[in-house]
């Protein structure tokens, strides 16, 4: 089958710096393909080669069959883009941003309105409809520049770091909106900083550095490569640290480290996971925090390079916080 | 005229999003955003114009210099220098108030036309245009459209507060309307030497001092305030050759009486060359450059 997307040895420089050295993408059609990789690698650049907005230097890029640079016009009318920082227009309510959106994507003015009030009620956003996108919520502008990048319905999507920015349960409210379109049968392309978001949303993971390709992977086979998962737990009480360390530590069957109040230690899979909760409910352990956490993008990348992710700022890992 | 529309007539999915898979599997018809529609300059350019209509409807302190400025200097030099310059004010007003009228147009499209679009330029919403079937110079006839109603609403006020003073337009209705109509078109071309800066320096501090500097060498320096055979000689041989003294002779023409036929000719020609030549270039830079 045809990709939906193929980028083969693509390179950007601007300047002296070379944002993208050789890179290699491929996605085929109805999958998500994660691109994973720290501040400044390049994944923005990718995505703004890739949705005909800035011209390669050296390489060929083809959306849905049509090369980017000659074929921009028609390119344009398949895709679907969402950037890291907010595309829509603050100035215009919701409705007046979708209808704008349609009318330049040539829809007649009835259908445009259509789309808009569909779209708007699928992102729960009819009540802030007459609103000025201003004044929306750091989620409700997500979801709405979420909404604007579908209303030309596109077959090929790209998304910049959908979530960041957002707290843990919008984000998982946006997850859920990816992968219904994944199912519905769009391609996606989403770059993100979390090997968790990846794992969650993507069929393929291509991790970048330094605007290489460093792994290519299925977020099971990348997983394999960087290391499996580490159990955090917290007891509600510091005192009884070495506590919740014993039952752990008969869990997975050594002893571990427990320090700052926490008990980490790897756990060899997810069954591991519920029987230290179950041990620790039966040790009387009340716990307020018990995690499952991937390698952070930092770890992973030390596995993969052998150094640690430079530029990368904010890229630790995040742990789901049990009630 | 800028783009090359769609020769191909596409399919419109007006089905959910869950016909899209199917389709992807072919390559003859595809589920595309939209029928390809002729005209997609003209009908995205006034889309867009919308777009920046609503935006100033949200925020009319924008077109505040623009009707504020042309008035200042009516009654600043009608009340200070009207006595000096010809004998009394009520006079000079009438001979001030047709070189006004260009001045406004000049300054409605000078000062804010280029800023508003470094501004947008820099949002990120144009990324999204950028990466939707829009052509290029939609983005920035949009803008410039836009702008006319800054020129309506500025020469509307700055007939009624010329009225309040005492102005009276000593030809016609159809003349002054003339007269109105060709500063807004005289304004709206020169406009484009704004746009032109804009797009090459893309930095609001130098596109708004610029934009405000630009219309003075220009507009005043020129039989407005005074005749130009009072003027030394080299600021003269200036007034002989500037464009826009044909356009204040046409405007004095029109709305007191005087020739008519050749500063209208001159002031359409070179609002046609304006046009042509910023116009082109404004365009030509910004394509470049996205």
């Known amino acids: 089958m045809r990709p939906a997307f193929q980028v083969e040895g693509l390179v950007k420089k601007f300047g002296a710096t070379t944002a993208l050295d050789g890179v290699d993408l491929r996605a085929q059609p109805g999958t998500v393909l994660g691109v994973l990789g720290p501040n400044g690698a390049g994944k923005t650049t990718a995505i703004r080669i890739l949705a005909t907005m800035l011209r390669p230097d050296a390489g060929t890029v083809e959306v849905d069959g049509l090369d980017v640079v000659h074929d921009a016009v028609r390119v ?167 506590a919740a360390a014993g039952v752990v530590g008969r869990v997975v069957g050594r002893p571990v480290e427990a320090a700052r109040g926490v008990v980490t230690a790897p756990v060899p899979d997810e069954h591991a996971f519920t029987e230290i909760v179950r041990a620790l409910e039966h040790a009387d352990v009340p716990v307020t925090e018990l995690a499952l956490r991937l390698p952070s993008l930092d770890e992973a990348f030390f596995t993969l390079t052998g150094h640690p992710a430079e530029l990368s700022g904010s890229a630790s890992g995040r742990s789901r916080e049990e009630p | 005229m800028t783009s090359t529309p769609e020769s191909s007539v596409r399919t419109v999915s007006s089905a959910p999003s869950s016909s899209v898979s199917s389709a992807s599997g072919g390559d003859g018809d595809r589920a595309t955003a939209g029928t390809a529609r002729p005209w997609p300059l003209v009908r995205h350019s006034l889309a867009l114009a919308g777009r920046s209509l609503t935006k100033t409807r949200r925020n009319p302190g924008v077109l505040l210099d623009a009707l504020i400025l042309p008035v200042i200097f009516l009654v600043l030099f009608v009340y200070l220098f009207g006595g000096a310059v010809a004998g009394s004010t009520r006079e000079y007003l009438q001979y001030l108030f047709p070189g006004i009228l260009v001045l406004t147009t000049v300054l409605a499209g000078q000062v804010s036309t280029g800023l508003s679009i470094v501004t947008d330029m820099k949002k990120g919403v144009f990324d999204r245009f950028r990466s939707m079937p829009v052509p290029r110079a939609a983005l920035l006839v949009g803008s410039v459209l836009a702008d006319a109603i800054r020129y309506v609403i500025a020469v509307v006020v700055l007939f009624g507060v010329g009225y309040l003073l005492g102005f009276r337009v000593e030809t016609d209705l159809a003349s002054a309307l003339a007269a109105t109509a060709l500063a807004i078109g005289f304004g709206f071309s020169l406009s484009w030497l704004t746009v032109l800066v804009a797009v090459l320096l893309r930095d609001e501090t130098m596109v708004s001092t610029v934009g405000f500097l630009l219309p003075f060498p220009l507009v005043f320096g020129t039989g407005m305030a005074a005749p130009a055979e009072t003027m030394p000689g080299w600021l003269r041989a200036w007034a002989d050759v500037n464009p826009v003294s044909h356009a204040i002779e046409a405007s004095q023409g029109l709305l007191l009486g005087g020739p008519v036929a050749g500063p209208v000719g001159m002031t359409l020609l070179w609002g046609g060359v304006f046009l042509a030549v910023f116009g082109t270039a404004a365009i030509t830079a910004y394509r470049r450059l996205i």
């Open chain 1, 76 to 242: 344009r009318r398949t895709i679907g883009l969402t950037g890291q920082y907010a595309t829509v227009d603050e100035d215009l309510t919701g409705t007046e941003n979708l209808v704008l959106f349609g009318r330049l994507l040539d829809l007649p003015r009835a259908e445009a309105r259509a789309r808009a009030a569909r779209l708007l009620d699928r992102f729960g956003l009819t009540e802030a409809a007459g609103r000025r996108a201003a004044t929306y919520s750091g989620g409700m502008r997500r979801r709405l520049d979420l909404a604007a990048s579908l209303v030309g319905e596109p077959r090929i999507l790209f998304l910049d770091e959908p979530t960041t920015g957002l707290d843990p349960g919008k984000r998982e409210e946006l997850w859920q909106t990816i992968r219904g379109l994944a199912d519905d049968g769009t391609t996606v392309l989403l770059t993100t900083q979390y090997l968790e978001e990846a794992d969650a949303l993507a069929d393929e993971i291509s991790v970048i550095d330094h605007g290489r390709v460093i792994a290519h992977d299925t977020p099971a086979g990348l997983k394999q490569q960087v290391g499996g998962q580490t159990v955090v737990v917290r007891p509600r009480d510091p005192a009884r640290l070495p």
